[in-house]
Structures are given as structure tokens and as C-alpha cells.
């Protein structure tokens, strides 16, 4: 195929729209590194890590499968693994065998892993009211609501084979 041919079936973005994404690519950006550097120097953790004891913490037992868990956070099973030696080696999570599944793995919220994320967590819901939900009046905060559950729910597709971060 030529490049004449490939110009001629690719939608590009309009004006607006270009100026729509570069937002968003700039918003996403400044946003994950300022809680990330809130989250190092408050707690001395990525906010990757804020996030996986996050949901450890809203499970029962604060427990659950590692793929479960990379499922839950939309990343890789290796970037999980790295992840949770990370926390591992701060105490703050630890791995079980899985009692259902010889091949399978539990990562556990430890006590001083839940103490972490309680002195942390006010510090970051501070930092993302003043950086997002302060923001955006209401109505906007609804819209971004609704618009994100779209853009993820289609990037999730349930087929079977489906090349999502988890499976990798």
C-alpha cells in the first residue's frame, strides 16, 4: 500500500479534536506526576503502589489473586510481580500460596502495609481534590465520570484473545 493510498483512509483528527487530545495528553501527564511525586515524598511509594494497596485494602480478608489484582489495576502480570516485591521488601504486602490453585498466588495487605496506606491516604485525597475535583464544577465532574467509563469499558473487550495488559 502507498502512502498516497493510506492518507486517503486515515481519519485524521480535526483542529478541535487535535486540540482535544493534546489537552488530555498533557492533563494525564502532569497529573500521574504530580501524585506520584506527592505520594514519594509523603510515603515514599509511586502512586502505582498507593494503588495496589488500595484495592488490597477494599477486599475481603484484604487478599486476592495476582491475576486478579493485575486485572484490578490494568497492568501486567510482570509489572505486578515487580510491583508487589517492591511492597514485599517494605512489609507492606505478602504473598500467600494460593489454596485453590497449586500455580496460583495471593498477594495480602500486611498491618503495616494498611497503617501506610491510612497515614497516606489523606495527604493523596488532598492532592487529587486540589488537582482534579476542584476544578471542574459539578456537571464537569459527572461528564469526566462518564466519559472515562466509556473510553475504558471499550477499551476492555471481552472476547476471548482479547490483548489486554492483565493477560500479558
Known amino acids: 500500500m502507498n502512502s498516497a493510498s493510506a492518507d486517503d483512509e486515515t481519519r485524521w483528527l ?3 479534536e487535535q486540540r482535544t ?5 498533557q492533563a494525564q501527564t502532569l497529573l500521574d506526576d504530580h501524585l506520584d511525586r506527592q505520594l514519594q515524598r ?7 503502589y498507593y494503588h495496589l494497596l488500595v484495592v488490597l485494602s477494599g477486599v475481603p480478608e484484604r487478599r486476592l ?3 486478579e489484582l493485575a486485572m484490578h489495576t490494568k497492568i501486567t502480570r510482570s509489572r505486578l510481580s515487580h510491583a508487589v516485591a517492591r511492597l514485599e521488601k517494605n512489609g507492606w504486602v505478602r504473598r500467600e500460596d494460593c489454596p485453590t490453585d497449586k500455580r496460583g498466588q495471593l498477594a495480602v495487605l500486611t498491618d503495616a502495609g494498611y497503617e501506610t496506606l491510612e497515614r497516606s491516604a489523606p495527604g ?3 492532592a487529587v481534590r486540589q488537582a482534579l475535583f476542584d476544578r471542574l464544577t459539578p456537571a464537569q465532574q459527572k461528564a469526566l465520570g462518564e466519559i472515562m467509563e466509556i473510553i475504558a469499558e471499550g477499551l476492555q473487550p471481552k472476547e476471548a484473545g482479547a490483548d489486554l495488559p492483565w493477560l500479558r
Open 124 to 126: 493523596h485525597v488532598t
Open 42 to 48: 509523603d510515603a515514599g511509594m509511586p502512586h502505582l
Open 65 to 67: 489473586r495476582m491475576t
Open 14 to 16: 480535526t483542529d478541535d
Open 21 to 25: 487530545w493534546l489537552a488530555y495528553v
